[in-house]
């Protein structure tokens, strides 16, 4: 997977994902972002933010309910660039 570059628009920031993080939620735990989460499988919806532009992947389809537009950070990577309501 290339890099991608992740912007996070309530925070003013940009963060690379370069493929080393098993997901977007360990990513920002690793640049101290405060991010809601509980169960960092999928399972419970804690995590869920807005994807304003791009597109992720999910590891394995997750089980809590999200909106159109909605992305579980603690179960997907991006595929591309991406921008967050973050
Ligand atoms: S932490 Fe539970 S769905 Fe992400």
């Keep these: 997977m290339s890099d991608s570059t992740i912007t996070l628009h ?3 920031k940009t ?3 370069k493929g080393e993080h098993p997901n977007l ?3 920002f735990q690793q640049h101290q972002l405060v991010v809601e989460y509980q169960c960092r499988e999928g399972y419970c919806g804690s995590c869920r933010m807005r994807l304003v532009k791009g597109d992720v992947i999910y590891s394995q389809k997750p089980l809590a309910f999200i ?3 909605d992305i579980l950070p603690c179960c997907c990577l991006p595929v591309e660039d991406i921008e967050l309501a973050l």
């Design 67 to 69: 909106n159109e537009g």
């Design 10 to 12: 309530d925070h003013g």
């Design 15 to 17: 963060l690379v994902c």
């Design 25 to 27: 939620l360990a990513l």
